[in-house]
Nanobody, 116 residues
């Protein structure tokens, strides 16, 4: 089992920045992918960014150039630096990890609200 604890959400004005963190604990030695998803009210959950253990990254088109995902393998922590935030970035942001055996885990979510 893997436990995920997110932090860093909050309320920010458009154009501002936030940094999300997600710390993994438990059976963490075989974690491959770490990622962030988000879900806006009335919408489906969507991937924001992901990073493999070898640091290969991918981003949703909507956040390219504004968000940066990174990870600290020694601390089993993944970060999401969000700059130039827009009101449409508002939502509940979830941390996600996938192990090499395919097992998947989700955090509880942290709220990000961007005011116009």
């Amino acid at each position: 089992q893997v436990q995920l604890v997110e932090s860093g959400g909050g309320l920010v004005q458009a154009g501002g920045s936030l940094r999300l963190s997600c710390a993994a604990s438990g059976s963490i030695s075989t974690i491959d992918v770490m990622a962030w998803y988000r879900q806006a009210p009335g919408k489906q959950r969507e991937v924001v960014a992901g990073i493999s253990r070898s640091a290969t990254t991918n981003y949703a088109d909507a956040v390219k150039g504004r968000f940066t995902i990174s990870r600290d393998n020694a601390k089993s922590t993944v970060f999401l630096q969000m700059n130039s935030l827009k009101p449409e970035d508002t939502g509940l942001y979830y941390c996600y990890v996938q192990k090499y055996n395919g097992a998947r885990y989700w955090g509880q979510g942290t709220q990000v609200t961007v005011s116009s």
